[in-house]
């Protein structure tokens, strides 16, 4: 039986990785072989650093993006929760 364990690397560390390798044109191979990352976690990280447009014309990384749009959501089902309440206690 394998036993499994995930490494866990700072953002910063991610973030100088992504870094690497778009400043420096490092291959993942290379970096992976220097730090000891998988390609593959590698590619993961450089996925989610990618910038979105924002409707105002800022930018940001799409796991920002990401997480913006499930906060958005989580804020629109409480406010549906305290629609129905509002409803139920005769205060609309």
């Known amino acids: 039986n394998r036993s499994f364990f995930m490494k866990y690397y700072s953002d910063e560390f991610k973030n ?11 291959s993942k191979k290379s970096l992976a072989n220097e730090y000891g990352v998988h390609p593959t976690t590698i590619s993961h990280w450089i996925k989610r650093a990618k910038l979105v ?35 139920l206690l005769g205060r609309h």
């Open 53 to 87: 447009e924002l409707p105002d014309g800022g930018v940001t990384s799409v796991e920002a993006f990401k997480q913006l749009q499930k906060e958005n959501q989580q804020l629109k089902e409480e406010n549906e929760i305290l629609k129905a309440a509002a409803v």
């Open 16 to 26: 100088n990785i992504v870094k690497l390798y778009h400043n420096e044109n490092r």
